[in-house]
């Protein structure tokens, strides 16, 4: 029973590998033997459909050979001559002299019905079109019909770039052709076409003509609020304290006075006057140090609030801070603080 099953198993292998589709490289040889009896009746036309899906398969000498002899019987002189130049060019060591002789002899005679070109590709694996159809150039050299024609450049990496020649029976000329690298990050030519980017420039600051600044915040306004602060916080510890030692005088002067019969009845008039501008020194010392105290506390809260409230990209476009001090001869004066952020 198991031996039944054994044959079985290998019965079935062998079937399913005799109707297993065959390689490109079987196929290939299939089309080329079909494609001989039509190429001995003259049936160019219906042979070259079968050698131009046979080379398409697998790209052999022979094939590309008998092609290229179809399409000359044909008078398609640019294929012929593109096939016959590669026939020539890869055929095996192995192929007979009077072979190799009868395909450089067709070789010779097609390449006097077109042009040749040349070229010299930067990079070399550079993509041709031709009159809007791409070709392929085998062996640097491309075959062209007599007249002008539009040929375009393109590969990945590279701007494209086009040239028009005019070609003659029988001429050959060389091309060399450079494409320009595209820089990385700007764009590149995928397939064909240039490829091109631009950066904008950043617009300068309506009526300054200066370019925007950059996103990194300024810490400009925190040192000068913070240095507000600090200016204030000294004139209302200064101020406080004169006004502290002034008052402290003037209570010395007043026990003094108290003790001479005070201020009534007109008695002391000089000294009861200069102790009243001593108290009125005192208080506004007591108001400049108040001023003081406000400036710090404004200056400190308009460096904290910059640092948690202002994004990074607001800078400050002026910073204008005069704090003056002024006094009169009797001690009495002020404290200004102006400008802007």
Known sequence: ??????????????????????????????????????????????????????LALHESPDIAANLGMCEASMGKFVDAAEHLEFAVADMMPSAPQATRDRIRKARDIVRKEVGELI???????????????????RNARLFLSPGEHALEFTAKGFASQQKVVSTAKGQSQSLDVALERVPSGIGSAGSGGNASAQIPEEPADRGTGRTPATSERSLVPVYVASGVGLVGLGIGVGFFLAGQSKESQADDARTELVKAGGCTNGLNANECESLHDAYSTADSRYNLSTVGFVAAGVGIAAAVGYLLLVPSEQHSSAIRVRPS??????????FQLSGHF
Do not use: I, W, Y
């Open 119 to 137: 070229l010299g590709l930067d990079p070399a694996d550079a993509g041709v079109t031709v009159d809007g159809a791409s070709r392929r150039v």
């Open 325 to 334: 001090v002024a006094l009169d001869p009797r001690g009495s004066g002020s």
């Open 1 to 54: 029973m198991r031996r039944t099953h054994l044959l079985l198993l290998l019965t079935s292998f062998c079937v399913s590998n005799a109707h297993a589709a065959p390689s490109p490289q079987d196929r290939a040889r299939e089309l080329f033997e079909k494609s001989k009896p039509l190429q001995d009746a003259g049936k160019c036309p219906e042979a070259v459909v079968l050698l131009r899906e046979a």
